[in-house]
């Protein structure tokens, strides 16, 4: 084997050395299990009143992360969350 052959494996493995490494010398960070808070809104079941409902949040800072309704009553849960920062 040459001396070109050989600088060129000798980087690869380097370089692979490096890849395999990157983790465990610079690991990705972690965000907290409580990175959110929550707010639960319960609202009747019309359009005007739902979107005033959203509107309202959004200026707040608050994003819908989800709807449901019981299928009971005329009533749909709203679920907002918020960055807790």
Excluded at 41 to 70: C, F, H, M, P
């Amino acid at each position: 084997m040459n001396r070109f052959s050989k600088i060129c494996l000798l980087f690869i493995a380097l370089s692979l050395g490096i890849i395999a490494l990157r983790p465990v010398v610079w690991p990705q960070p972690a965000r907290a299990a409580n990175h959110f808070k929550y707010l639960l809104v319960t609202t009747n079941w019309q359009a005007e009143t739902i979107q005033a409902e959203l509107d309202k949040r959004a200026s707040e800072g608050w994003e819908l992360a989800s709807s449901y309704s019981s299928g009971q009553g005329a009533t749909v849960d709203l679920v907002f969350r918020q960055d807790a920062r």
